[in-house]
T-cell receptor, first 113, second 107 residues
Framework: EAGVAQSPRYKIIEKRQSVAFWCNPISGHATLYWYQQILGQGPKLLIQ????????DSQLPKDRFSAERLKGVDSTLKIQPAKLEDSAVYLC???????????FGPGTRLLVL | KNEVEQSPQNLTAQEGEFITINCSYS?????LHWLQQHPGGGIVSLFMLSSGKKKHGRLIATINIQEKHSSLHITASHPRDSAVYICAAFFVNDMRFGAGTRLTVKP
């Protein structure tokens, strides 16, 4: 069974630029999560989707971050404009349902200079 | 497997001391980046190396391709050097960060 796919693997941008990350969850998984992991810290949940609806986006900085999962499958996470403190690994995970085991993608490493 | 190990994790020094931070990587890389992150989160690029040695002021970075190892040195350290120092290794189609070294320089 194919795992969670993410792209790109890494991205280097200058502050105030925009960036987008893509995630393809495991086939059939209804729940999709985006996490931000800053060096030396545990992952922080940014947003949780159930199919194409948002379950939890309480920690998403909505002034610059946006995410969508229009058809309930793939998802994109966008940062516009990026700040230096956005440098982190952005992890996507999926599960069959909320509270089920989450399977993580390899992450996208973002460096904002 | 692309891996980067950085040491030490934490380092406390007295002002004026010579500082060395180390970074090792598992397989061949195209370049290695040394970064500095001050409290408040801003990341500054210090050096990008693919071979040899670079110097900027009191900072010196070296890389040994055969040994898959890079070092960042700070001569005559100063309290304003207190920050987190991070190495980032550029592999083919991938980049990995070291865990970071938190440096505190006491006056």
């Amino acid at each position: 069974e194919a795992g969670v796919a993410q792209s790109p693997r890494y991205k280097i941008i200058e502050k105030r630029q925009s960036v987008a990350f893509w995630c393809n969850p495991i086939s059939g998984h209804a729940t999709l999560y985006w996490y931000q992991q800053i060096l030396g810290q545990g992952p922080k949940l940014l947003i949780q989707f159930q199919n194409n609806g948002v379950v939890d986006d309480s920690q998403l900085p909505k002034d610059r971050f946006s995410a969508e999962r229009l058809k309930g499958v793939d998802s994109t996470l966008k940062i516009q404009p990026a700040k230096l403190e956005d440098s982190a690994v952005y992890l996507c995970a999926s599960s069959a349902g909320g509270g089920e085991t989450q399977y993580f993608g390899p992450g996208t490493r973002l460096l904002v200079l | 497997k692309n891996e980067v190990e950085q040491s030490p994790q934490n380092l406390t020094a007295q002002e004026g001391e010579f500082i060395t931070i180390n970074c090792s990587y598992s397989v061949g890389i195209s370049a290695l980046h040394w970064l500095q992150q001050h409290p408040g989160g801003g990341i500054v690029s210090l050096f990008m190396l693919s071979s040899g040695k670079k110097k900027h002021g009191r900072l010196i970075a070296t890389i040994n391709i055969q040994e898959k190892h890079s070092s960042l040195h700070i001569t005559a350290s100063h309290p304003r050097d207190s920050a987190v120092y991070i190495c980032a290794a550029f592999f083919v189609n991938d980049m990995r960060f070291g865990a970071g070294t938190r440096l505190t320089v006491k006056p």
